[in-house]
């Protein structure tokens, strides 16, 4: 057994030293000290700065992993540049280590293991951790993360936490130059990705599925007006309710460039940028005895079904481990006036919930 840590007071010590992605030198040193001197056996170094603490039963049993990231954003503020923890990943690594603290002693059966992940707002954070073997065990991964008061109210919990797909895409596009005043002997890039905007508006996708997909930014051209321009570049931001739905999307915008820009005579090549941040893809009878246990736990007061995030690398771990089965709570928190707000603040004594859920949870399978 070890002593049952108070997670408002953690959270206010990693509140005061927020870092960025893969730079979360002294949050992981903390971290590791209070996992130490809890008893755990720790590793360090994890996907470069994260840290894995474990703890196995005398029984066979499950290997169930519990998630928190650990890193802040990067702000200018008054020209001045700021890291502040905007997304509450402070309080995420508070609430696994006061329910490290709680779990100690008491594992009988299988495997607990705790994930300080670095890197999460880079989205390449879980990438990195996986590289380094982290799921190879496991069975179940949880993850939770803080809700703002615009999402569920303060002090309750919901049962699962919906994650869009999301990419960036640039679509770069090939035409001939030539003097304006003979436009035939061109190839105007400017008028081909006017089209290749406009046809792309025009692809259905499944009604019943949300998504958006819209132009961001264009270049073309260069200083001279009476030049027809020859190449050009516009970028898109893709959002997919599921993973399916997100490969029909690129398919689909990727076709429509490359014969809208084949009808002008010119070429069009669609590079994404990074990898697509995957959907979650929920286990549900997790999802139903997560419910359950939070209904149990808090009260059925307290439950809500669902909340809506962004984007979260966390589904990276589904991706590469396909038998894995994940679950993802929200805990409301009052954050306001929203993440990744650099005035964001919250009511911490509530982190508390999140804590006895998922004590609880991990008490289900591995106790
Ligand atoms: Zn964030
Ligand atoms: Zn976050």
Redesign the pocket.
Known sequence: MAQELDVVELYNDLHKTPELGFQEFKTSAYIAQKLKEMGYEVTTGVGKTGVVAVEKGGEKGPCVMIRADMDA?PFKINGEDKVIHA?GHDSHCAMLLAIASRLKGKIKRGTLKLLFQPG??TLKGALSVIEDGVLDDVDIALGLHIRPSSDIPDGTVAATLMHSASIFVRIDVEGLASHASRPHLGVNCAEMLAAIVQNAGLLKFAPTLTWSMKCTKIEVGGAAVNVIPDKGYCMYDVRAETNPLMKDMLEKLERSAQSTAAAFGGKATMKLLGDVIPACEYDDELVKEMSDCIAETLGADKLRATSIGGGEDFHFFKIKKPSLRTAYIGVGTGATPG??HPDMHMNPASLINGVKVMVAFALKYLG
Request: charged share 35%.
């Open positions: 954003l997304c999460e707002e993440l990744h």
